[in-house]
């Protein structure tokens, strides 16, 4: 049976694929099995291996692939959204960024669009705003008060659904770029970690002068707690410091707040709180920050005081505490070449050898001889520990 599938899913994977074009509908796929999902994230990564790190390489297929947790939590907020159990239809990685582009040209004819309508509403209202300032003038009766007052009243927020809430948690747990979460809710695709965009579909400039986000490490994330503070998720053992990172940070959202270009005040006020947590996502420390009563943020040595602590006391504990430094592309050759093996039904030699027939590039492929071991089994085995 092992080796029926084997060869089903070889086949599956071998056959021509179909002319791709911008269309949704042909974007989308219905019938999508492990092995062709596996080789064909392994295609799109290594097509970006210059922008990826090793850490993002084992973000993604982690959390896509054996991240069953998250993976569970998607299936229930997706039958809670869509009323199916299964994503359908799916969309690999590659397409997603086309998707990216389709709906970045879509959302930019809408706004113009709601622009255009929301000048029109202004213009209208304030019409009828003058016209009712006029009349409690003239009058001064409570009706054209209250008149004046329903029309500077604010509508209501709209109440946020209780998916959008979960995929800001989950967000934040793993953590995990928000709108790629939003595409794995939908279409099944993979969860990107924060930061990064290596098709740059949102690269353009800023309104009003304002200021890109400070940039962080592969490994880590940041963002601004409801509380004004800041709540750092460290999930690799290989973030050596935190300062550089708090300081830009602590820049970037006093000048959003504040609007000014003034320095943060530092003090030894405020508050610090590190923990280790698990899943769903990768094992990680958080430090969070809290600012004290004069909006003084604490000291940058106090905060990466503390994470060092947090650093040496769980470290270990990190996906990779202790492992060896790998190359992007070297990282991609293990994880497809093990997920082959692990999730669709090939032996390790079928695995090594479809790596070495499809996607292998230069340098890159498993040495290969007959016998009950091979040179390419062999090598895989030392990486995969």
Not at 163 to 181: F, G, H, M, N, T
Not at 240 to 264: C, D, I, M, N
Request: with cysteine; aromatic share 6%; glycine share 6%.
């Amino acid at each position: 049976m092992r080796s029926a599938n084997a060869a089903r899913d070889v086949k599956e994977m071998t056959s021509p694929a179909p002319k791709n074009t911008i269309g949704w509908d042909d974007l989308l796929k219905t019938d999508y099995p492990p092995a062709t999902q596996i080789d064909d994230l392994s295609r799109d990564l290594l097509a970006i291996s210059s922008s990826l790190t090793p850490m993002a390489v084992d973000h993604i297929f982690y959390h896509h692939f054996l991240d069953d947790r998250l993976q569970r939590e998607l299936r229930r907020l997706r039958r809670r959204h869509l009323g199916t159990k299964e994503p359908n239809p799916h969309l690999g990685l590659s397409e997603t960024a086309a998707a990216l582009q389709l709906a970045g040209d879509y959302l930019k004819e809408s706004t113009r669009d709601l622009q255009e309508q929301a000048k029109r509403t202004a213009d209208r209202k304030m019409m009828e705003l003058e016209a009712a300032l006029g009349e409690a003038r003239r009058d001064g009766t409570p009706e054209a008060l209250e008149r004046v007052a329903r029309l500077l009243r604010r509508p209501p927020k709209p109440r946020r659904r209780r998916e959008e809430v979960r995929l800001d948690e989950l967000a934040r747990q793993i953590p995990a770029d928000r709108l790629s979460l939003t595409f794995a809710l939908l279409h099944g695709t993979p969860v990107l970690p924060p930061g990064l965009s290596p098709w740059d579909v949102d690269g353009e400039e800023l309104l009003f002068g304002l200021d890109r986000e400070p940039s962080v490490p592969a490994g880590m994330a940041c963002e601004l707690t409801e509380d004004a503070g800041l709540l750092f998720t460290v999930y690799s053992a290989r973030i050596p410091k935190l300062k550089t990172v708090y300081r830009r940070a602590v820049e970037y959202h006093h000048r959003v707040v504040s609007l000014g270009t003034e320095p943060p005040t530092y003090s030894p006020g405020g508050s610090v709180a590190a923990a280790y947590a698990e899943g769903p996502g990768l094992p990680r420390i958080t430090i969070e920050t809290r600012r004290a009563a004069d909006f003084a943020w604490p000291l940058p040595d106090v905060v990466d005081g503390i994470f060092r602590a947090a650093r040496q006391n769980f470290a270990h504990l990190l996906y990779d505490g202790g492992r060896k430094g790998r190359d992007t592309r070297f990282a991609i050759r293990v994880w497809t070449v093990a997920l082959l093996s692990d999730l669709a039904g090939m032996s390790r030699r079928e695995a090594i050898n479809l790596w070495n027939e499809r996607r292998a590039p230069r340098g890159l492929s498993y040495k290969h001889a007959p016998g009950v071991a091979s040179p390419g089994e062999i090598r895989f085995q030392q990486d995969y520990v």
